[in-house]
């Protein structure tokens, strides 16, 4: 894992995303400790389990299909306000 100052990392942040999708995480640290790891999307989906798109996601709800659903809205006019 490459390790990346944080004025480094600020500077040359294009390059720090491209090496992340290419090579792996990155560390980013202060002070020399180390207070950030930037990784590609794809490591990221792949670590926290998230397979399936956001589509994918809502087609799943109980509510999905559903055409009898009716949302209250509240009918009153804008409130008035002093200047």
């Known amino acids: ?9 600020k500077a ?3 390059d720090v995303v ?6 792996g995480p990155q560390d ?3 002070h020399g400790r180390s207070v950030a790891v930037v990784l590609s999307r794809e490591l990221f ?10 589509l994918e996601f809502m087609q799943q709800s109980p509510l999905y ?4 659903i ?8 804008a409130r008035e306000i002093e200047l």
């Open 45 to 54: 989906d792949r670590i926290s389990g998230n397979t399936e798109s956001l």
């Open 1 to 9: 894992m490459q390790t990346w100052q944080m004025q480094t990392a």
């Open 12 to 14: 040359r942040f294009s």
């Open 65 to 68: 299909g559903r055409d009898d």
């Open 28 to 30: 980013i640290t202060v």
């Open 18 to 23: 491209r090496c992340a999708k290419q090579d």
């Open 70 to 77: 009716e949302f209250e809205r509240d009918q009153s006019l």
